[in-house]
T-cell receptor
Framework: LAKTTQPISMDSYEGQEVNITCSHN???????ITWYQQFPSQGPRFIIQ???TKVTNEVASLFIPADRKSSTLSLPRVSLSDTAVYYC???????????FGQGTTLQVKP | DSGVTQTPKHLITATGQRVTLRCSPR?????VYWYQQSLDQGLQFLIQ???????AKGNILERFSAQQFPDLHSELNLSSLELGDSALYFC??????????????FGPGTRLTVL
């Protein structure tokens, strides 16, 4: 069963690039890796999803190494409004169970 | 606004009681997921339904059950409630393309408090 591990918290300053890594051992070969953002008292919101190598959209990039045992969410030039909890999500291809990481609380300072 | 609606927004009940949480997915989404979020356990996947059929089961207790109706809305039933069941319960929906990526849209959640 895939297990996911993320840092509990990170601090950054406005304008900096932030990289958050998630380790997911035993990820099944057909699993996608998804990242979500969550603000207090709201449901998680989709940021980016990928299967391998690199994916980029208008808000983030996702780097996935060849062995796919980890992934790194990259947020370019963060602002105060990026202060939130970030979760990685992987699925177990055998059981269909979805597993969230414990979440990384990102605090962006002025 | 994700397009996923959940009712009620808040629910306060007593131990031993039974409650039903309701979810309406986005228009066109066939898949519904239920999650529990508590301070000590984080986000836990409970169960997924696809077009009325159970598709995957997570850490759902036997006291909990769910179903998806022909109109695609879903209900999560929690019975014999315990203090530890107090949590935020989220519903999410997605299109689910076979063999492809799956972006889930989350509702605002139902906050359950068991006293």
């Amino acid at each position: 069963l895939a297990k996911t591990t993320q840092p509990i918290s990170m601090d950054s300053y406005e304008g900096q690039e932030v990289n958050i890594t998630c380790s997911h051992n035993n990820i099944a070969t057909n699993d996608y890796i998804t990242w979500y953002q969550q603000f207090p008292s709201q449901g998680p919101r989709f940021i980016i999803q990928g299967y391998k190598t690199k994916v980029t959209n208008e808000v983030a990039s996702l780097f996935i190494p060849a062995d796919r045992k980890s992934s790194t969410l990259s947020l370019p030039r963060v602002s105060l409004s990026d202060t939130a909890v970030y979760y990685c999500l992987v699925g177990d291809g055998n059981t269909g169970k979805l597993i969230f990481g414990q979440g990384t609380t990102l605090q962006v300072k002025p | 606004d994700s397009g996923v609606t959940q009712t009620p927004k808040h629910l306060i009940t007593a131990t031993g009681q039974r409650v039903t949480l309701r979810c309406s997915p986005r228009s066109g989404d066939l898949s519904v997921y239920w999650y529990q979020q508590s301070l000590d356990q984080g986000l836990q996947f409970l169960i997924q339904y696809y077009n009325g059929e159970e598709r995957a089961k997570g850490n759902i207790l036997e006291r909990f059950s769910a179903q998806q109706f022909p109109d695609l809305h879903s209900e999560l039933n929690l019975s014999s409630l315990e203090l530890g069941d107090s949590a935020l319960y989220f519903c999410a929906s997605s299109v689910v393309k076979a063999g492809g990526p799956d972006e889930q849209f989350f509702g605002p959640g139902t906050r359950l408090t068991v006293l």
